[in-house]
């Protein structure tokens, strides 16, 4: 249940090319990967193993290096992003079954951490005016709420600085994440045709 927590609330620091699953455990509960979910497939994926497992060893050791491609699909913001949103709350009636006493902070965090993410990208591949329209379009607003008290110190403080001043959490954004990001800069447009 506390990695349950941990995920929902910071999803991004786990993923499957972090861990290693027994043969056994994989085989016993059938687990693959969902078809047709093009981003975050592996949040998904580590809901249902996190939500089955008795006992997960974690360790802080970096073992190897990821390298991004500029080919990568992660590169690029396109509207299949959103697929991965309807994916985790599909999961819902799985966690109700498998982990209830966990239900009410997949509902709290789960999908707002999506739309958060989404968000952030967002003002990374686009100019402030269509992020701007983005974030009213896709109601951004009261889908990531709840996250003003995420354990995040990042997530929280920009959530509430998206909340009270969009220019300068857009600002802040694109200052704080441009660095890092190799996103490519796309119109709302191209974003809504793709």
Known sequence: LK????????????????MFVSRDFYDANKFLFREGIP????????YRVFAKANKILLTEQQLYYYILRDVSAMQKFTKTRLTSINAIEELRPFVETQVPEFLQEFDLMSTSR???SI???ACLAFNFDDAKTFYFKYDIKNKVGALKTNPSLK?????????????????????AGGKKSNIKKITLSDFENN
């Open 155 to 175: 997530v929280s403080l920009s959530t509430k600085l998206m909340l009270v001043n969009f220019r300068i959490y857009y600002f802040v954004v694109t200052l």
């Open 119 to 121: 968000m952030w990208q």
């Open 39 to 46: 981003y975050y497939e592996d949040y998904e994926f580590l």
């Open 114 to 116: 999506l739309y958060w």
């Open 3 to 18: 990695l349950l927590s941990r995920f929902a609330n910071n999803p991004t620091q786990f993923g499957v090319y972090n």
